[in-house]
């Protein structure tokens, strides 16, 4: 009955691996820094390190999926779907940035530093696939995005963020 399923194991070379992952990883921790610079700039928690490795496991995951399907063999039952594996990159960073959510007296902070988190992987998941230059632009855009609207906020609502926000100090959750 199994003697007909035979399995072809096909073999990437490590170097054509490590050649494949390293710009990838590079340009992850790259992009990652450079929101995670804004963010700790604006001392916010989820600063260099948070935002910068977020990015860097999502590109990484999202490239490690494609090598998996690399190996797939001519057999149709087994398969790998790239998909999945990016799907579960987009669930994991909802329980992280879920994590970046708290809620004190009648204020919910986080929110912004969740969807940050969440945005990051998604710029890792483009770089895991090999899109660089529209991720980096879609990074400067999001670094001018998050400056610009707390310019805005600072401006025009002073007294929201004052009655919001009792720290506004290094370590807030926005």
Same mark, same amino acid.
Do not use: H, M
């Given at each position: 009955m199994f003697n007909d399923l035979t399995l072809t194991v096909h073999y990437i070379p490590e170097l054509d691996v490590l050649i494949f992952l390293l710009p990838k990883v590079g340009v992850a921790l790259f992009v990652g820094t450079l929101v995670g610079i804004?963010?700790?700039?604006?001392? #916010?928690?989820?600063?260099?390190?948070?935002? *910068?490795?977020?990015? *860097? @496991?999502? @590109?990484?995951? !999202?490239a490690v999926s494609l090598l998996m399907s690399e190996y797939e063999s001519s057999n149709p039952?087994? /398969?790998?779907?790239? !998909?999945?594996?990016?799907?579960?990159?987009? /669930?994991?960073?909802?329980? %992280?940035?879920?994590?970046?959510?708290? #809620?004190?007296? /009648? #204020?919910?902070?986080?929110?912004?530093? *969740? @969807?940050?988190?969440?945005?990051v992987s998604a710029l890792g998941i483009l770089?895991?696939?090999?899109?660089?230059? /529209? !991720?980096?632009?879609? &990074?400067?855009?999001? %670094?001018?995005?998050?400056?610009? &609207?707390?310019?805005?906020?600072k401006r025009f609502f002073k007294n929201r963020s004052s009655k919001s926000s009792g720290a506004s100090?290094?370590?807030?959750l926005d």
């Open positions: 804004e963010r700790e700039y604006r001392g #916010k928690l989820a600063g260099i390190k948070t935002n *910068a490795l977020i990015c *860097a @496991a999502s @590109a990484l995951f !999202t039952v087994i /398969s790998a779907d790239v !998909t999945r594996i990016v799907a579960q990159i987009v /669930s994991g960073i909802g329980f %992280i940035g879920a994590g970046a959510i708290f #809620k004190s007296s /009648s #204020k919910v902070q986080g929110l912004t530093t *969740a @969807a940050v988190i969440w945005t770089i895991g696939f090999g899109i660089f230059l /529209s !991720t980096i632009l879609i &990074t400067i855009g999001l %670094i001018f995005f998050l400056s610009l &609207t707390s310019y805005i906020e100090g290094p370590g807030t």
